[in-house]
């Protein structure tokens, strides 16, 4: 099942290439150019002088078992001793060893893939990249590859350097003590390590493509589970349980064919290397065992040969090795790598863009002059050379009909949308404040959620319920507990309630400009009006969208977007008088307030 979160795959994304090993570098190198991770490098140094220990370990104890068993066919019961507790001790040392290479080794992963993780995140968010992706929807699950690719691919990579070094060593003394005993083995292991590898580089170069297919439909399932949990309300009132499991149904049998087809290829792959692993067998018995009986080596070379010569073929198989492993980890490093790209990608994008989009700098009002908004991708053009200013206490209204850009030019404003031509002068963030029409429901406690997006600010908890009191939520509190209380606020609170927590936040906030986007679409009159006026008694100055008539009494200005980019601005002669409202506690008759609602209307007509 195919929509916008699961793009095609290009086929150069399966193959074990130089834009493979590019990528893996993309990933790799940050963390590792970083001067205050001098530690890590130590610690991966120590790893590496330590690995080599191993392999002489490894050859010297392959020399005391051959000792220890020619002294058990010759019946010396203590030297046969005295070699088997020295090879248990020497055991024993090598596993602590190991133990505490395992530690080293494990942290580093740890530290790595946190960084690596927090430098995704950061990467991801800066410049509002999290925004675009969305908008253009062209990188599938972004937040599934950040949060599950990353640790697949810094395990593998921590894990390489030092099999390399083990390799190497293993290969350099697994020869040295086959060669002493049979050139014919040691030619033999080198010819089965050069076909053997050979072998696994065709078998294995298909299964980069299956894991990336797996890896991709399993992150389509989960999209598709999260895509019913988000909605789950809309899905209820629609009573689309039928549909919702037809759409999982399908996620499901895509990823059930992905991991089937990787289970009949890894079926196929043990039975070939079955194969291999029987002709490794027969070599001891064609090889080694003839030279025993033609009393050219001792019984005990036989045992630290055959040792020897899986030590050495071990080696040699190394590219054998790595390619099942990098096959498996090149899915998680392609989607990290493709994230890395896009940002990169949209950077250089900004750079490019920058002398055809629409200018934004700072000053004490809002102006625009000659802007022509166009959507992201230039599929059409909204506005069209619109110059107005907004003025502290010069609050303007935004209508028109539906798709003619209304929340498109506060996008423009905000800076999210600059594709087009002309400038916006807008003040410094700190004095802007935008309300969408469903605020933002972080994941928080209350208090938290009032003071969002600062919510490292010192605020009592009085000023916090008189707040909630003034946008008539009185009993939120104490409904739920206290401030300190942790729900998921986006369900438990209602649209109604969730745009009178956004009014709180301005209020709290108490910025020079407000950008209201229909933030008061699902409140009654009487509280649209209260909470406008409260916006007017801090001093706040707002843009706001809407369609509701009512909303026109409370701004100077209007600006009618119109079809082709057309516009025009009104000056509305029926602004109430916000003191006069106050005094009547901010509940005009019902009588009054029609009237003015119909001449507010009949003006903008």
């Given amino acids: 099942m195919k929509d916008s979160k699961t793009p095609e795959i290009n086929k150069k994304d399966y193959r074990i290439s130089r834009l493979l090993m590019r990528r893996i570098g993309m990933l790799t190198f940050p963390f590792w150019r970083q001067r205050d991770h001098r530690r890590w490098w130590l610690l991966m140094s120590v790893l590496l002088l330590m690995t080599p220990s191993f392999a002489a370990i490894g050859y010297w104890t392959a020399n005391l078992t051959a000792e220890m068993t020619n002294a058990i066919v010759a019946r010396k019961q203590s030297t046969y001793a005295s070699l088997f507790w020295l090879i248990t001790a020497v055991t024993v040392a090598t596993w602590f ?56 691919f810094v395990t593998v990579l921590t894990g390489i350097p030092l099999q390399i070094i083990s390799q190497l060593m293993g290969l350099l003394t697994g020869g040295i003590i086959i060669a002493s005993i049979s050139e014919t083995m040691m030619w033999y292991v080198i010819i089965y390590a050069v076909i053997s590898t050979a072998i696994t580089l065709v078998m294995y170069t298909p299964m980069i493509r299956l894991n990336f297919n797996s890896t991709v439909a399993e992150a389509d399932l989960r999209y598709g589970l999260l895509h019913v949990r988000d909605n789950a309300e809309t899905v209820a009132f629609y009573r689309g349980e039928k549909t919702e499991k037809k759409q999982i149904d399908g996620r499901l049998a895509s990823a059930t064919d992905s991991r089937m087809a990787i289970l009949i290829y890894q079926l196929k792959m043990s039975m070939i290397n079955f194969g291999m692993g029987q002709l490794w067998n027969l070599a001891p018995f064609f090889l080694i065992a ?68 629409i200018r934004i700098r700072r000053g004490p009002l809002i102006a625009l002059y000659n802007v022509s908004l166009e959507t992201p991708g230039g599929e059409q053009a909204l506005v069209q050379d619109l110059s107005l200013t907004v003025s502290p206490g010069e609050h303007l ?78 009993d939120l509190c104490e409904k739920y507990g206290d401030f300190n209380s942790v729900r998921d606020w986006g369900k438990v609170l209602s649209l109604g309630e969730q745009q009178r927590i956004g009014f709180a936040r301005v209020l709290l906030a108490r910025p020079r400009f ?21 916006l007017a008694d801090i001093g706040t100055t707002f843009i706001s969208v809407g369609h509701r008539p009512s909303i026109t009494e409370f701004h100077k200005e209007m600006l009618l977007l119109q079809p082709k980019g057309k516009w025009c601005i009104d000056l509305n002669t029926s602004v109430i008088d916000v003191q006069q409202q106050q005094e009547h506690q901010l509940n005009p008759p019902e009588k009054k307030r029609e009237e003015v609602i119909f001449k507010g209307s009949e003006v903008f007509k």
């Fill in 97 to 152: 060893i190991q133990s505490v290479m395992y530690y080293m080794s494990s942290v580093l992963i740890v530290r790595w893939r946190s960084w690596l993780t927090d430098w995704l995140v950061s990467r991801y968010l800066r410049h509002r990249t999290y925004y675009n992706i969305t908008v253009h929807e062209d990188l599938d699950n972004p937040d599934q590859r950040i949060q599950g690719d990353v640790d697949p």
């Fill in 514 to 534: 407000a950008f209201l986007d229909e933030a008061t679409s699902a409140v009654d009159i009487d509280t649209e009006r209260r909470l406008y006026l409260l």
């Fill in 397 to 474: 209204l935004i209508q028109g009909q539906t798709g003619v850009g209304k929340s498109s030019l506060l996008r423009a404003m905000a800076g999210l949308w600059q594709r087009g031509r002309g400038e916006i002068v807008m003040p410094a963030i700190e004095e802007c404040f935008f309300l969408p029409q469903r605020p933002y429901m972080i994941l928080a406690n209350l208090r938290a959620q009032l003071l969002y997006p600062n919510t490292e600010r010192e605020v009592s908890d009085d000023e916090l319920q008189a707040c909630l009191k003034k946008v008539s939520l009185p």
């Fill in 290 to 357: 003839p030279l025993f009986f033609e009393n050219k080596i001792e019984f005990g070379a036989i045992a630290m040969a055959t040792t020897a010569a899986t030590q050495m073929m071990t080696a040699l198989t190394t590219l054998s090795q790595f390619i099942p492993t990098i096959a498996s980890m090149a899915p998680s490093a392609v989607r990290l790598a493709q994230i890395v790209e896009r940002f990169d990608e949209l950077d250089q994008q900004r750079e490019d863009e920058k002398q055809h989009s």
